[in-house]
């Protein structure tokens, strides 16, 4: 228990005196409103760059979920103001910038003044907005943003929705027609599914699920959301299920990462951090939907998946973030942590608690930027830090470690508990 203690309490640290504080310090934009769009490695303010869609939700998510979490701790009262008005500045930049009042759903990219720059909808982008806005109501009691999640969510639904093979494509136009280009970025292979795409529509329909279960549970939901609940309900099995039966590679035990419409596999290479991230996401998902049936098939495939994830640590205590790239990626690091405290937490896998905390001695170690603050990209091969990657920006944000930092604060609050 001392080595947990001591986990819980570096996290906690690293949240609040790290993490947070970069961005509460360095990244709001008080001019133009909302937070600059790039730091990069070298630590240079790049105030003009655009800004994601990926970003902002990420944003929201982590200063929300921050302001929750913490605000059941009385040492960290003083930081819950400063939260909350960065979680609502986040909110109200998305609603005014972002959110395509014409055709719904999520603008890509706009530009450091808040105009639209990429009008393309990614249906990961709009998962992120699922996700920071039902966790800014789940903190709050915010109905209207409640209402934003709920809305995107049957965005989601009439135009990403395979209704012949299941499952969700990856974009659209500004207004819907298809698009030629799907890809998230350029590293990505141009497919009309991804096993990415799916995780966070999983994560975020979860929280959505989680929050409107909830209140329903209170009776203190409109009924007009019951069909919301339920539909909810049924696409969480239907995702689990995906997961299970197409997305997981029988051979090989990794979660293949690119599809053809009807779920032919397009890809061979393994990702390690996707593997390790997934199989956590999975596990709360079927324990959220709280199905004895599913949660018993479910939890088999959590350790496979999770062991095959493993294949990518090495000697140093780190995870290497695909079978071709040997960098450590700072969110692989954080997502590998939560995945093997995940299996000792529910699976009494005393072998995964000591790959995550080697894990999070090597985090300490090589990745944390104790100047600065904040998490560097990654570490390359030779033990060098990349610098040529942002500090901050269109993909780099506080959501991965910010999210290992309080899903252990609340998993060793309930393991302390127990």
């Not at 760059?49 to 605000?71: C, D, K, N």
């Not at 905390?357 to 990654?378: A, Q």
Request: glycine share 6%; net charge negative; hydrophobic share 40%.
């Amino acid at each position: 228990m001392v080595r947990i203690d001591t986990l819980r309490s570096e996290a906690i640290d690293c949240l609040t005196e790290n993490i947070l504080p970069f961005w509460l310090n360095n990244m709001r934009d008080h001019n133009r409103g909302g937070w600059y769009g790039q730091m990069t490695g070298h630590g240079e303010l790049v105030k003009n760059a655009p800004r994601s869609a990926v970003l902002y939700a990420r944003l929201l998510w982590t200063f929300a979920a921050a302001y929750r979490v913490l605000g059941s701790m009385e040492s960290k009262e003083h930081i819950l103001p400063s939260l909350l008005q960065a979680a609502t500045i986040t909110r109200d930049y998305i609603l005014q910038h972002f959110i395509d009042k014409e055709q719904g759903g999520v603008y890509w990219s706009v530009t450091a003044d808040g105009k639209p720059l990429d009008s393309k909808k990614q249906f990961y982008a709009i998962a992120f907005m699922i996700y920071g806005f039902s966790e800014y109501a789940r903190a709050t009691g915010d109905r209207s943003s409640l209402q934003t999640a709920v809305e995107l969510f049957k965005v989601i639904e009439l135009y990403g929705w395979d209704a012949t093979h299941n499952g969700y494509i990856e974009a659209c136009m500004r207004d819907w027609q298809p698009i030629s280009d799907m890809r998230l970025s350029t590293k990505d292979e141009n497919y009309p599914k991804s096993q990415n795409t799916h995780l966070h529509i999983l994560e975020s329909y979860t929280n959505l699920y989680r929050v409107l279960d909830e209140l329903r549970c209170k009776k203190d939901l409109d009924a007009d959301y019951d069909s919301i609940v339920d539909s909810l309900y049924s696409r969480l099995k239907t995702l689990i299920t995906l997961f299970t039966d197409r997305i997981l590679n029988p051979k090989t035990h990794h979660l293949d990462l690119f599809f053809d419409m009807d779920w032919r596999r397009k890809s061979t290479t393994a990702s390690y951090g996707h593997d390790i991230e997934c199989s956590w996401l999975l596990h709360e998902a079927s324990l959220v939907l709280d199905d004895e049936h599913l949660l018993s098939h479910t939890e088999s495939i959590v350790r496979e998946v999770a062991q095959a994830g493993a294949e990518g640590l090495r000697m140093d205590g780190s995870m290497v973030y695909e079978s071709d790239d040997e960098d450590r990626h700072w969110w692989v690091q954080a997502e590998a942590v939560v995945g093997f405290f995940n299996l000792y937490q529910h699976f009494d896998d005393e072998a995964a608690l000591k790959k995550a905390l080697n894990l999070w001695k090597y985090i300490k170690v090589h990745l944390i930027d104790y100047e600065h603050g904040e998490w560097y990209w990654s570490v390359r091969a030779d033990g060098s830090v990349n610098l040529e990657e942002d500090h901050a920006g269109f993909w780099k944000c506080p959501y991965h470690n910010a999210r290992m930092c309080l899903e252990i604060i609340q998993r060793t609050a309930t393991l302390s508990q127990e």
